[in-house]
């Protein structure tokens, strides 16, 4: 099938996610076109099957907003002409979703016809897309899309809890390529960051203010008062700069590296010995998933679809918002001695193995052809 993906470029987990799924259907046979405002972060090689087409947004000074869903659906429309497209997946509903449509319709006065499947992400729901502000686009975008899938069944709660949606959402959560995260590495110069009896605890995000950075320092304030420890802040984000300044108050500099956003996560997760993930909402948490999968257990709270991925007391813990000093304290238990972090380590692990990308990719496979088979015959 000839497939369209639209999605943020960036870090994010719905460009990560997007991404990956391109990747694995191109290896499947289908034939790819990336349609966004750059190059995907994690999309290093394009093939014959693999395209990526960039949107442009040229500057005009009259327009205080420079439009693109504008520019993103007349991009589609002429991609879809140009490859044959058939088929529109887009991740996360705003704009994606809404300039979808209007291509759609401007198709079909072509005599085109192309369905639109829509992947909800978290934030696109539960934080920007139910703001007064967006919720009638986005409510008519999701309406209008010819198929909808979550990344939980949380999110899909979420979503017809917040909207007045008609259509049926299926639930397909995100994946791991599991073979990425058996570590290539010999060696992963764990000694460059920390010393042998140190333990070494991760957080990766894009440091906005749902994910609870403050509650990240603390827990790890109170791991380093009982045991050895460093911790290795990874990503970019707003709420950075605050962290490097509680690290500083804290008195606990010398031991938090701040990556910045990093090519390399595999080798960090490599030598990391727990992940914190503490947000106040979190629709899967594919962060920690990535974690798991590197064999690393997850202390997390017990918000939208974490409880989904992270399983209380087996690949880790799980508290209740805010809740620091529990999970500080259920931290420590991971961690605390060699036998008990080797257990939750190949718990993680195993975890992990309920969202290979082997058996996940073939749900969206089926979802594509109904959902094609669908909108040729009513339409
Ligand atoms: O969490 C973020 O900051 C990024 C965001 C995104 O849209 O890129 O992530 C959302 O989608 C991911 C992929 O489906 C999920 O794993 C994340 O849980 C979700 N984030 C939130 O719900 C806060």
Redesign the pocket.
Known sequence: MKIGIVC?P????????ATELGLELSRRGHEIHFITYSQPVRLELLSNNVHFHEVHVPEYPLFHYQPYELALSSKLVDMVKMYDIQLLHV??AIPHAYAAYMAQQMLLGDGILVPIVT?L???????VGSHPFYKPAVTFSINKSDAVTS??ES?RQDTLRLFDIKNDIHVVP?FIDLDKHEHNFTDCQRGMMAEDNERIITHI??M?E??QIPDVIKIFYNIQKELPAKLMLVGE?PEKEAAELLTEELGISDKVIFFGNSYEIDRILCFSDLFLLP???????????EAMASGVPVISTNT???PEVNIDGYSGYLSDVNAVSDMSSNAIKILKDMKTLNTFKANAKKQSKNFDIHNIVPKYEAIYEETLDKFLVTN
């Open positions: 943020y960036t870090f994010g987990g719905s460009g990560v996610v991740h996360y992947t992400h978290g934030t696109d729901i539960t934080l990344v939980s999110l995100n995000s894009n906005r749902v994910k984000g947000s106040r909402t979190e629709s899967f948490g594919l962060a920690a998933l939208g679809g974490l």
